[in-house]
């Protein structure tokens, strides 16, 4: 075999070692698209509330952008993501999460590092994160979007999601259905596998200012 030709499948057996796969590509989750022409490499359909989550992962940069969508429970609602480094509980999630800033129906996203089962307030939490946003999609879901510096050599992480109602400003306690209780699994940011965890959270409602999108 001429040294062209072995060049050559070398670099093609590369390609497929670095393109990450599309994963849940025959799931729900394929179909949405973005504005901004944001692109993800993955994506799958989350196994409660109608939700799903795209992300794109670097694992030499511990870099990882994500688009979570979900539907609110009612009009103006809220809709949360996040990481949890120390459990599979809501408790000591590192989450973002969208709500309405108050004007119109725009939407918004604040960090929360959550201790116990109280949301808390706004703050800053373990991740580095940047270009946070989120939106109301064409078919009426919010998209939230955000970036994460990871901490090097994570590939599966234990992520959280929720939805609940929002007020005047203040972030309403989530139902305590099975959907909203069974809301969190373990997901393999390499290969896109996901698994379910059993058990619950509770978010108390706590009276907390939605202000705009912080960066």
Not at 111 to 130: D, E, F, M, N, V
Not at 142 to 159: H, P, S, Y
Not at 160 to 168: C, I, L, R
Not at 184 to 193: E, Q, R, Y
Request: hydrophobic residues 45%; positive net charge.
């Amino acid at each position: 075999m001429s040294v062209t030709r072995v060049l050559a499948l070398l670099a093609a057996a590369a390609l497929v070692v670095a393109a990450p796969a599309r994963v849940g590509a025959a799931g729900a989750c394929a179909a949405e698209r973005f504005s901004k022409n944001r692109v993800y490499a993955a994506c799958t359909d989350l196994p409660t509330l109608g939700a799903s989550v795209h992300w794109t992962y670097d694992p030499a940069a511990s870099s990882l952008s994500v688009a979570f969508v979900a539907a609110p429970p009612s009009s103006g609602g809220w809709v949360a993501w996040g990481l949890n480094p120390t459990g599979d509980g809501m408790s000591g999630t590192q989450a973002l999460v969208a709500a309405p800033t108050g004007a119109g129906s725009a939407y918004g996203v604040q960090t929360y590092a959550i201790q116990g089962t109280s949301l808390g307030s706004p703050g800053p939490i373990a991740y580095k994160t940047s270009d946070l946003a989120a939106e109301v999609g064409a078919d009426g879901r919010v998209q939230m979007f955000g970036k994460l510096a990871l901490q090097n050599g994570t590939g599966e992480v234990n992520q959280v999601w929720q939805v609940g109602p929002a007020s005047g400003g203040d972030i309403g306690i989530h139902a305590m259905a099975a959907a909203n209780m069974g809301a969190k699994g373990k997901l393999n940011l390499v290969t896109g596998a996901t698994t379910a965890v059993s058990g619950g959270s509770i978010l108390r409602k706590k009276n907390v200012s939605i202000l705009p999108r912080i960066y």
